[in-house]
Each structure stands twice: as structure tokens, then as C-alpha cells.
């Protein structure tokens, strides 16, 4: 089982950038893929991203593909969205999940463990 902590959210202006981190306890955090999904006000909760067990696949919306970079680093158990020229369309509570598959998917219903989340906001 792992436990995932999200942080990094804030509110920033459109075009700026944000780096959310998930934090996973637990030593098997390499058996996991991860995703990071969004959900927004009054929206349905939507993929966003997802990384391989290795860091060596990874997976995109297209709504921000060549916008957000997810990567990974086992070694400290944790995985990044660095994410760039922000719109206020990003804004939505940001969730990070743990699938035990090794191919990541963009289904939510394939994650087994869910993170609190954590808030970003891009005004305008």
C-alpha cells in the first residue's frame, strides 16, 4: 500500500508556471504508476498526466501536452508536474494516484490510492 501527499498548488497569474510534487510513503513506490488528475469547479474529475514505474513512459491530455512535464525520481519517492504558461482553464483541485499497473492509463477508475489534493488557480 502507499500513501500519497500532494503539495506545490498556489495561485499564479496566466502564463506562469507551478511544480506540484506527490510524496509517497512506503518502499514499493517504484511498483507504482502514477497519474495526476484535476477536477474543477463544477467539472467532472479529469486526467491530466501519467508516469511508468521506471519514468520511462509517460502520458498526456492533450489539453496540456507540450504545457505540463511529469517526471519521477524513485530514488526519493516522489513524482513532479512542473507545469508551464499556465491558463485559468488549469484551474482545478490537482490529485495524484497510484495504479499498480505497469503501463499508466488515463482511467480514473484504474487508480487504486488518491492523494488529498492540492488547489492551483491561474487568473487571468
Known amino acids: 500500500q502507499v500513501q500519497l501527499v500532494e503539495s506545490g498548488g498556489g495561485l499564479v497569474q496566466a502564463g506562469g508556471s507551478l511544480r506540484l510534487s506527490c510524496a509517497a510513503s512506503g518502499r514499493t513506490f517504484r511498483n507504482y504508476a502514477v497519474g495526476w488528475f484535476r477536477r474543477a469547479p463544477g467539472k467532472e474529475r479529469e486526467f491530466v498526466a501519467a508516469?511508468?514505474?521506471?519514468?520511462?513512459?509517460?502520458l498526456y491530455a492533450d489539453s496540456v501536452k507540450g504545457r505540463f512535464t511529469i517526471t519521477r525520481d524513485n530514488a526519493k519517492n516522489t513524482v513532479s508536474l512542473q507545469m508551464n504558461s499556465l491558463k485559468p482553464e488549469d484551474t482545478a483541485v490537482y490529485y495524484c494516484a497510484g495504479d499498480l499497473a505497469i503501463v499508466p492509463g488515463s482511467a480514473a477508475s484504474s487508480y487504486g490510492y488518491w492523494g488529498q489534493g492540492t488547489q492551483v488557480t491561474v487568473s487571468s
Open positions: 508516469i511508468s514505474r521506471s519514468g520511462g513512459s509517460t
